[in-house]
């Protein structure tokens, strides 16, 4: 059986229409569970009884289990998920002045390994499928319904575990039907995928027919540092990953996002702040400082807020526009692959 959260419009359609169903039911079915909340076949009461036996035997509504659940000051929910085959997964939402936004995981471990990632620590055991990455949002939607708020998920950013472009389909799925207006209805525009940099990637990314965004994890700005922090680099060195930006941004026409991890002596150093806006001067681009989260016990450090504002400042005064990412959830250990790496013992399944 299948998720029928994982079931983008096209794909129900199809599978009606080859039951010899007419594809209307889809979006029939669509308005019961996304509009309805309805979670039940049998409650879908302008379906016959024999296309609700259908369903019924091909799909499920089941969600992950909620393990942990961790509360922060500033409104910020980390849930450490179970998934059916028992794996723990994270999902974080965010409370900004604009909107509710989750941070999406798309794999059960990573297979990058960059240096300073807590989540790169388990290796890759599988990818999630699109239901899988669904359920977080609906799972994060029920929890606001809970609160009596008339508030759900508006945003959403691939930057939990794993790396969205080495699951690229099953991410694409899951947009599309976060995206759909019958289904999440989540606009193209507040839904934002990270990368590590895979320059063929990028560049398919550029031509999928929705205003999506696109956030690129550079965090150094020669090959030298950056091989160092994200092994990666060795396979796609910049001179593969500002080309294929080039090439996003011809198509799709949309500002990108550098993600630059700051840390102490490594990449925060003004000189760097130089380099960095060499490097990407000719680009639509904006980028979001993340002053280090210690999260390992590594040689890794947080720079001193001075050095993050005098990095800052640089390159607003060479012409790049910058900000430093507001930081959420600091009591609960929500940053970025802080609590599934206290739960690490929980991993077996
Ligand atoms: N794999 C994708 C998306 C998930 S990582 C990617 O790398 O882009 C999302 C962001 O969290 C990345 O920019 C990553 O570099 C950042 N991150 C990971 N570990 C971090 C840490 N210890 N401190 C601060 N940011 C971190
Ligand atoms: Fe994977 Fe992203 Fe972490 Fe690198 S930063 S190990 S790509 S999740």
Redesign the pocket.
């Known amino acids: 059986m299948e998720s029928i959260f994982g079931q983008t419009l096209v794909q129900l359609e199809n599978t009606l229409e080859s039951w010899g169903q007419k594809a209307f039911y889809g979006s029939v079915i669509y308005d019961w569970i996304y509009q309805k909340k309805i979670r039940n076949f049998q409650a879908m009461s302008n379906l016959s009884l024999e296309l609700r036996q259908a369903l019924e035997k091909h799909f499920h509504f089941q969600l992950p289990v909620i393990h942990v659940r961790r509360d922060s000051l500033d409104r910020t929910v980390k849930l450490l998920l179970k998934l059916e085959d028992g794996f723990l997964i994270e999902a974080v939402l965010m409370r900004y002045n604009y909107g509710n936004v989750i941070c999406v995981t798309t794999q059960v471990g ?1 297979n ?3 240096s300073f ?1 807590a ?2 620590l388990l290796k890759r055991q599988r990818n999630l499928t699109a239901g899988e990455m669904i359920a977080q949002i609906v799972v994060m939607n029920d929890l606001l319904d809970a609160e009596g708020r008339k508030e759900r998920v508006s945003h959403i950013v691939a930057m939990g ?3 969205p472009f080495d699951n690229y389909d099953h991410v694409m799925n899951f947009i599309r039907i976060a995206n759909h207006n019958k289904a999440l209805a989540i606009g193209a525009r507040h839904i934002t995928v990270s990368t ?1 940099g895979f320059p063929e990637k990028i560049k398919q990314y550029g031509h999928e027919p929705l205003q999506i965004n696109l956030a690129v ?1 550079l965090h150094a700005p020669t090959n030298e540092i950056r091989t160092r922090l ?1 092994k990666i680099n060795q396979a796609f060195p910049l001179e593969k990953l500002i080309p294929a930006i080039q090439d996003y941004q011809t198509n799709s026409g949309r500002r990108i996002t550098f993600e630059y991890i700051l840390i102490e002596g490594i990449n925060d150093q003004i000189e760097h702040a130089i380099q960095l806006a060499a490097l990407i001067k000719d680009l639509f681009c904006y980028v979001n400082l993340i002053p280090y989260n210690a999260v390992m016990e590594n040689e890794y450090r947080r720079p001193h807020p001075q050095a993050v504002n005098a990095f800052m400042s640089k390159l607003i005064e060479l012409g790049i526009n910058a900000t430093v990412r507001k930081e959420f959830g600091h009591d609960i250990e929500a940053a970025c692959g802080q609590l599934r790496a206290k739960h690490k013992h929980e991993e077996t399944r």
């Open positions: 990573c990058i390994g960059c990632c989540s790169g575990t794993g790396e590590s994890s994200m």
